[in-house]
């Protein structure tokens, strides 16, 4: 499966971003993750959702900020970030991988279809 990404750009502190992954396969089943890395430091995961149901998960850092959302009819992932603080600045990326998310949401290993990333920058 391709992903795009789109949404990103340069925002005040406070501010808000939706970022969007479109996916190239017609009601994709799987778990879709918004994962982020940061200049020096490792991908993590920030948020992940099944495409079958509402089920979601959550880093710790952004629960309560940021809100991850489908809408299958458009093939789209989206994550809604409120209250961006510089400490959010990253490039973010969308992936998949088929099945359920379970444990294994916030490990960038166990995706193999990635975006190319988008850049958020928060000041």
Do not use: H
Request: proline letters at 2%; charged letters at 15%.
């Amino acid at each position: 499966v391709q992903l795009v990404e789109s949404g990103g750009g340069s925002v005040q502190a406070g501010e808000s971003l939706k970022l969007s992954c479109v996916s190239s396969v017609f009601a994709y089943r799987g778990c879709m993750v918004w994962f982020r890395q940061a200049p020096g430091k490792e991908r993590e995961g920030v948020a992940a959702i099944y495409t079958g149901s509402d089920y979601t998960y959550y880093a710790v850092s952004v629960k309560g900020r940021f809100t991850i959302s489908r809408d299958n009819a458009k093939n789209t992932v989206y994550l809604q970030m409120n209250s961006l603080s510089p400490e959010d600045t990253a490039m973010y990326y969308c992936a998949a991988a088929p099945g359920l998310c379970g444990g294994r949401w916030s490990r960038a290993s166990e995706f193999f279809s990635w975006g190319q990333g988008t850049q958020v920058t928060v000041s």
